[in-house]
């Protein structure tokens, strides 16, 4: 038995994300569209988080949770922008105007019995100056498939990884942020990304549950990336078991190169991989990168 296994609940994988637009807010897809596409693409469950309102679903497609959601307007940013926080599973409209500081809408939300995503950090161009002082807060989204497509800035992995090492224990999401702002260079931005949780049953209080304790892990696409299989602490190794994969990466937060990737290049596509911990790093977590470079981040396993 690991002596620290990755998944300790009992369940089944369900496949969701929590941040996408409809015609309530800036996006040009109806509520009913943008339910019934991402139920096409195998979506178990889903948050639309229209910015500072929310939309609710009359009737969601046979099979698609909905879990209600907002997309916050919080704050000014120290490079001049705005923090945009993903409040999931809130009971009523949170309105910023009301609120004096990005912290105090953390905890309007959680008041609720909600959690919140900060989106997209490095679109956003969120410090360590900015996100340092929050708290109580589920995590950053590692990956947001808009600002990939549409800026080059979806890959948040460099703020989490500051964020980590300082000890703040949040984890990573992979949203799409989808607004059907689609042309001829950006491609459909529905279902390129998600994350998989591994909950008793797909409702949202175990979804909820499950994100809440980190059993989950985020993906981008397009369609299904890479699977983690299990990642855990054994004997003094991290080990981890995917889907083929062109790059496994293990990434700890020490400097002096701490962490360890292993590439596919020599020896065709690769399933596993392990880390020799050298005993200072805090924390562990893995990247798995497929021979198209769809990658799945796990959330990180603190030591
Ligand atoms: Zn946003
Ligand atoms: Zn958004």
Redesign the pocket.
């Known amino acids: 038995m690991p002596s620290s296994s990755f998944w300790t609940r009992e369940g089944n994988w369900y496949k969701g994300q929590f ?3 409809t015609i309530n ?2 996006g040009a897809a109806s509520p009913a569209e943008i339910v019934t596409s991402y139920r096409k693409r195998g979506y178990d469950f889903l948050a639309i ?3 500072n309102r929310l939309t609710r679903v009359e009737k969601a497609p046979e099979g698609l949770l909905m879990i209600s959601g907002e ?1 916050i307007t919080a704050g000014v940013a120290e490079m001049g922008g705005e923090f ?1 926080f ?1 409040a999931v599973n809130i009971k009523e409209a949170i309105d910023p105007k009301k609120y004096t500081s990005p912290q105090a809408i953390i905890d309007a939300v959680r008041a609720q019995g909600g959690g919140v995503i900060i ?2 950090p490095y679109w956003s161009a969120l410090t360590l100056n900015d996100m340092l002082p929050l708290h109580d807060y589920f995590g950053v989204e590692v990956y ?1 498939s ?1 600002c990939h497509y549409s800026i080059g800035k979806g890959n948040s992995a460099n703020q989490w990884d500051d964020l980590l090492a300082r000890n703040i224990r949040v984890y990573g999401f992979a ?1 799409d ?1 989808a ?1 059907h702002h689609c042309n001829d260079h950006r491609p459909d931005d529905v279902a390129n990304a998600y994350i998989m949780v591994k909950a008793a049953a797909c409702t949202t209080e175990h979804i909820m549950a499950a994100v809440a304790a980190g059993e989950f892990y985020a993906c981008s696409g397009p369609g299904d990336g890479p699977v983690i299989k299990d990642f855990f602490i054994e004997n003094g190794y991290a080990v981890a078991n995917t889907s083929k994969a062109k790059l496994v990466t293990i990434a700890a937060d020490c400097g002096r190169g701490f962490g360890e990737s292993y590439a596919a290049a020599k020896r065709g596509l690769i399933t596993e991989a392990t880390y020799k911990l050298r005993g200072r790093e805090k924390y562990v977590r893995l990247e798995v990168a497929d021979a198209d470079g769809k990658t799945a981040w796990s959330n990180p396993v603190f030591l």
């Open positions: 941040h996408t637009h807010s800036d988080a229209d910015h997309e945009h993903v989106a997209h947001n808009s949203n942020d607004h």
